[in-house]
């Protein structure tokens, strides 16, 4: 029996989409059939109420990487409506993959709930929205699941009050995060998730990892320390332009880390004797017989 929960690999695809719906359900359809991804996640703004006007109205830090003349104009320009994100869910349904999206606002967290996806994320720089996650909580029966980067351990605490004075922690899903892009692995911080396991295993549904770094050996240790929840950016094309794809697994790479995920869950175990079948006949063949 194995004593790990069966991993769950969710390919973030964010906006990597670059703003083209029809990019966006290729991202889903190689997630599901080649990397065989769990689910899919996209992300959902309002910007005006999300950004200050300043923010909205100044320069992307990083010009290359915009869309848009402005900060404001590059996010509106990566931005699909409610509409579109239905039609992303009903894509999803067809095809056996499952949806879902990070809300970063009140108004869009309303939005998304509409479309009643299995589960919402909140990202690390929106888990200390108390009214967002008040409405949720009041009103979104789903999972909730929230990421821990760029937040203290007494925030995380007041988070979990937070569900549990709701009746929602049970609902509530904890992620290891560093928010960063890509992050070295000197700040990855693994162990951080045996503290959440030690501190919330019992309270919350699942502790997960959502991770920025490079490769996907790290993810598997996350896994193994008894995150069963491995969330990755992913793109098409790492050198596409955007902030978040050189911090993305590309196919392949979700691929093999959807399949080393799975190895190491069934090696995850005890041996049922002492010496198994496949290793009898080794003994028989090879074993000293003289004593």
Aim: some cysteine; hydrophobic content about 35%; charged content about 25%.
């Amino acid at each position: 029996m194995n004593l790990y929960k069966r991993p769950y690999v969710i390919a973030e695809i964010g906006c990597n989409h670059k703003g083209d719906l029809e990019i966006a359900k290729e991202l889903i359809k190689v997630a599901k059939i080649f990397c065989n991804a769990d689910a899919v996640k996209f992300q959902k703004r309002n910007n005006k109420e999300l950004l200050t006007e300043e923010q909205y109205n100044k320069p992307h830090p990083n010009p290359v990487n915009s869309y848009g003349e402005t900060y404001g104009a590059h996010r509106e320009f990566l931005e699909f409506n409610l509409k579109q994100h239905a039609k992303l869910k009903e894509y999803c349904e067809d095809i056996g993959i499952t949806y879902s999206t990070s809300v970063w606002d009140v108004t869009s967290a309303k939005e998304i709930t509409s479309i009643n996806p299995d589960f919402i994320k909140i990202p690390s720089a929106c888990n200390n929205n108390v009214a967002m996650l008040t409405w949720l909580c009041k009103n979104y029966k789903g999972e909730i699941h929230i990421s821990t980067g760029m937040t203290t351990k007494g925030e995380i605490e007041d988070l979990v009050k937070l569900f549990k004075k709701h009746n929602r922690n049970k609902d509530l899903v904890l992620y290891n995060c560093t928010s960063g892009y890509p992050v070295p692995f000197e700040d990855v911080c693994l162990l951080d998730i045996n503290v959440l396991i030690d501190k919330y295993k019992n309270i919350v549904k699942h502790i997960g990892f959502s991770g920025h770094h490079l490769g996907i050996a790290v993810d598997v240790a996350a896994y193994t320390l008894g995150a069963n929840i491995i969330e990755r950016h992913y793109t098409i094309d790492r050198t596409w332009k955007g902030t978040d794809h050189a911090a993305s697994l590309e196919p392949m790479g979700l691929r093999k880390l959807s399949r080393d995920l799975k190895a190491v869950y069934k090696a995850l175990n005890f041996k049922s004797q002492d010496v198994l079948p496949i290793e009898q006949v080794q003994r028989d063949k090879l074993k000293n017989q003289k004593g």
